[in-house]
């Protein structure tokens, strides 16, 4: 992911009656690469989503896009952007082939290029046998699909897609997924709002976080795990005995010292960000012992997410 901001969100409020909405959404999307953006259920995802693709008005806050202010209503940056909504509602008795033809003619897609391009995103998305089979026919994971190659309709730059996976089996999510990092590696940007969030850590190079209509936290995930609190070391020593123990305890840095299963084996988390492996090696070989393995335990992103918004 590079340093080049493509859509750029400063403090977007939007309030409906009642006082629930959006208070404050930051969100700094870079080109190339798959985005998350994760919140639990009425935190403000699908309200910002909605602001982005001018289907709702916010109240206050601007947009950037490509360098430029953006609002909804200006067309020519609105045509970069591809939206899949959560629910998919496409007329039943129209074929994949229809509707593709039809949403292309509202993005505008010139006449001349209309099927054959339709015809090439179905074909991406594994649906071209089934082209001329009514959308009512589908199954999830097929009308996912479908949503997926509506959204590409244009050539857009970037796709924003809402839970695109939600309720699929096991079979359809993987496909998917392995289409969207086909999708990146063509070097489109992709903004995931999705609730699995091990789908997340394994597809986004970078995160948004929003908590009762706010941003929380944004950036690169492995730079997010280092910034929001201890760091834990899995380490294996030659012995483990008290004094090795008591030993790495008092080391400054050290936030605790714990046995763990396997031989051998202690976990040691630091407070902070500081490198204490060399210290570690030096403390075993002073103690008569032997540091054989020292590897870094990365907190999951569920585990980081509870963090962030609790």
């Not at 969100?9 to 080109?31: A, E, P, Q, T």
């Not at 001349?112 to 991406?124: I, R, T």
């Not at 060399?278 to 990365?298: D, F, I, R, T, Y």
Request: hydrophobic fraction near 40%; charged fraction near 25%; charge should be neutral.
């Amino acid at each position: 992911m590079n340093n080049n901001i493509i859509l750029q969100l400063d403090s977007i409020k939007k309030v409906y009656r009642g006082g629930y909405g959006i208070f404050g959404i930051n969100m700094n999307i870079h080109s190339g690469g798959i985005h998350g953006f994760l919140g639990q259920n009425g935190a403000g995802k699908t309200t910002t989503m909605k602001c982005i693709m001018g289907l709702i008005s916010y109240d206050s806050g601007s947009m950037r896009m490509f360098g430029e202010e953006y609002k909804p209503g200006n067309w020519k940056l609105k045509a970069r952007i591809g939206f899949m909504p959560e629910i998919l509602a496409f007329p039943p008795y129209l074929t994949a082939l229809e509707v593709m033809l039809t949403y292309g003619r509202i993005r505008g897609v010139e006449k001349s290029a209309l099927k054959s391009q339709a015809e090439v995103l179905l074909e991406k998305v594994g649906l071209i046998e089934v082209k001329n089979r009514k959308v009512g026919t589908f199954s999830k994971g097929m009308t996912s699909r479908l949503g997926i190659a509506f959204s590409m309709n244009g050539n857009p730059d970037i796709l924003i897609l809402d839970e695109p996976t939600s309720g699929l089996d096991p079979v359809s999510k993987t496909a998917i997924l392995k289409l969207f990092k086909e999708i990146e590696n063509e070097g489109k940007t992709i903004v995931l709002s999705s609730h699995q969030l091990q789908d997340v850590e394994n597809l986004c190079g970078s995160v948004t976080v929003i908590n009762r209509g706010l941003t929380v936290a944004e950036g690169p995930t492995e730079m997010l795990r280092k910034k929001e609190g201890a760091t834990s070391y899995r380490v294996e020593f030659s012995k483990v005995d008290t004094r090795l123990l008591s030993s790495l305890r008092s080391l400054e840095g050290v936030a605790s010292v714990n046995e763990i299963e396997g031989k051998n084996m202690v976990r040691v988390v630091v407070a902070g960000e500081k490198d204490i492996r060399e210290m570690l090696a030096k403390e075993a070989v002073a103690l008569g012992n032997a540091m054989l393995s020292c590897e870094e335990e990365k907190k999951t992103l569920e585990e980081l997410f509870f963090q962030l918004i609790n």
